[in-house]
């Protein structure tokens, strides 16, 4: 069961105002805020226990490392990995990405085939692209279906053997579409290709199991699921990552190093170059554990209310088309209303304290999909409420008011 | 004929009138639905102008010695805002446009109604009407 009242207590910003009004903060997909649990572990990070992890034999070095170390277990067990050196620590989703496409660079040759999707963040198309152009691979798109869902018969067409990678989002960040990731996994190694799943806007919203997903690449961010902004995950199987090339060269993700010949570190530490965020992975535990507190489940329930009181609230205003009506969708609710731009009623409803998204969300190829400037986007989390809601659509009506 | 700085002394006057954002925003809301349409030919990638989140293109073209501006929007409120800068700029000579000091956007409050990343629209389309001016100057 969900404690609202309890859930929101632990948001210190939450009791903040905006614009002189109560702030209802609905742009969760952009970044979520931060518990107090989390803003106390940075902080006393560096007031009590602050050192260079992995390194020196003085205490607080110990106890860094075994804190930041707790962190990699913790996320371990949050998403069903296998081993704790799957867990890599990264800057952010971009950063994880951009890593893995940077190694495929050298195992990609002509002729290769590595399939994205039209609903992609650009962070998950551009890295691919950078990857194909120096590899000479070509890249494949998996077409976007009216509703916002994939289309998987055409899916199926562009899988051959030479497709050697597909990388697609768990959840959409523009529509709120959950894409059917299972099958895609399933069919992509049944012809023998790797799968990357961006999970961004999944990692606090859906219960993750790796080894049930079976997925090669799955990557997140901290500050979308309650952490710190700085600290992403790369989690890849022993495999997958054993076969990956480094990314970055420096300290720590080395063996031995000589002028003739350097050897690198096993994982994960081979992917870690660098004194990495200690304070953000430290704090991310208290983020993750949060939501462990919460479970899940019961986050995901929750928020389907939310996001079904939404859908149908919006819909009684009049000349609202919402964008993203696939079936299976998670606390996104994307729309537009008829002969208003989405930037004016952002510009509006945030004078009321309402904080939403508004422009193309790093996804142009859904907006020109759709022949669209953009989307107004409202965002949910666990700590948002029904009455919020209200708020939201009082304001949007203002707006539309304003406006017309 | 009004002086730039004269227009924009009518329009501190005006903003001084209003007691709330909601008024400015209705205001602005006005001039940008008042504001004369841009010859369709004139809506090209050229004339848009980087850094804003809607659409806004600029036109200048010089008439008896001065320059005429005229501009639209995808967004009404970026149109309003463009509209307030039309006002005081166009239908004046190229010096006095590079010149002018544009005092009154602080005193309207216009750019604390706007986020930053708005502003950054905002100083785009003064850069852009400038660079217009500095182009028919020479």
């Known amino acids: 069961m969900i404690n609202i009242d309890k859930i929101r207590a632990a948001f210190p910003i939450l009791s903040r105002k905006v614009n002189g009004q109560d702030l209802v903060y609905f742009d969760n997909g952009a970044t979520t805020q931060k518990p107090q649990a989390v803003i106390d572990a940075e902080s006393n990070y560096y007031a009590n226990e602050n050192a260079n992890v992995h390194r020196g034999v003085h205490f607080l070095s110990g106890l860094a490392t075994d804190k930041f170390e707790e962190t990699r277990n913790t996320i371990q067990a949050f998403i069903g990995a296998k081993h704790s050196p799957e867990i890599i620590f990264t800057k952010g989703t971009t950063d994880s990405i951009n890593l893995v496409a940077n190694g495929f660079r050298t195992l990609l040759n002509k002729g290769d085939e590595v399939i994205i999707s039209e609903l992609e963040h650009h962070s998950n198309i551009v890295p691919w692209q950078m990857c194909c152009q120096q590899s000479g691979a070509t890249l494949k798109v998996i077409p976007l279906l009216d509703d916002g869902s994939l289309d998987m018969i055409e899916f199926d067409n562009l899988l051959s053997e030479n497709t050697k990678l597909v990388a697609v989002s768990h959840i959409s960040n523009a529509l709120g579409t959950i894409n059917d990731i299972e099958t895609i996994i399933a069919k992509s190694h049944k012809i023998g290709a790797q799968v990357l799943i961006d999970g961004a806007q999944a990692a606090s919203h859906i219960a993750l199991d790796m080894q049930k997903l079976d997925a090669d690449f799955y990557c997140f961010s901290a500050h979308k699921m309650f952490g710190p902004t700085g600290v992403g995950v790369l989690y890849g199987t022993e495999e997958s990552l054993n076969a990956l090339p480094p990314y970055q060269g420096g300290g720590e993700m080395i063996k031995e190093v000589s002028f003739e010949k350097t050897t690198y570190a096993c994982l994960p530490h081979k992917f870690e170059a660098g004194t990495p965020n200690i304070a953000g992975v430290i704090a991310f535990k208290a983020a993750i554990d949060f939501i462990t507190d919460l479970g899940v489940e019961n986050i995901a329930k929750y928020e389907d209310e939310l996001l079904q009181y939404a859908t149908s609230e919006i819909l009684k205003i009049e000349g609202v088309k919402i964008y993203g009506t696939a079936k299976h969708k998670s606390a996104i609710l994307s729309f537009n209303i008829e002969g208003l731009h989405p930037y004016d009623i952002g510009m509006i409803v945030d004078k009321l304290g309402v904080a939403i998204r508004t422009g193309h969300h790093c996804t142009q190829p859904i907006m020109k999909k759709f022949n669209i400037p953009g989307t107004a986007r409202i965002s949910l989390a666990v700590y948002n409420t029904k009455q919020e809601i209200d708020i939201c659509m009082k304001a949007i009506k203002k707006a539309k008011l304003m406006l017309s | ?138």
């Open chain 2, 1 to 138: 004929m009004s002086t730039i700085q004269n227009i924009q002394e009518e329009l501190i006057e005006d903003f001084e009138m209003f007691d709330d954002w909601m008024q400015k925003y209705e205001y602005l809301i006005d001039l940008g639905k008042e504001l004369s349409p841009i010859d369709a030919k004139h809506k090209t990638e050229d004339n848009l102008i980087a850094g804003c989140q809607s659409r806004v293109w600029l036109h200048a073209e010089k008439q008896d010695g001065k320059i005429i501006y005229t501009a639209d929007s995808d967004a009404i409120m970026t149109k309003g805002i463009i509209a307030i800068l039309i006002r005081v700029l166009s239908d004046q000579k190229a010096e006095d446009i590079i010149s002018a000091d544009l005092g009154f956007i602080d005193k309207i409050g216009l750019k604390e109604q706007l986020s930053a990343t708005r502003a950054n629209g905002l100083v785009s389309m003064i850069k852009k009407i400038k660079l217009y001016a500095l182009a028919f100057s020479k």
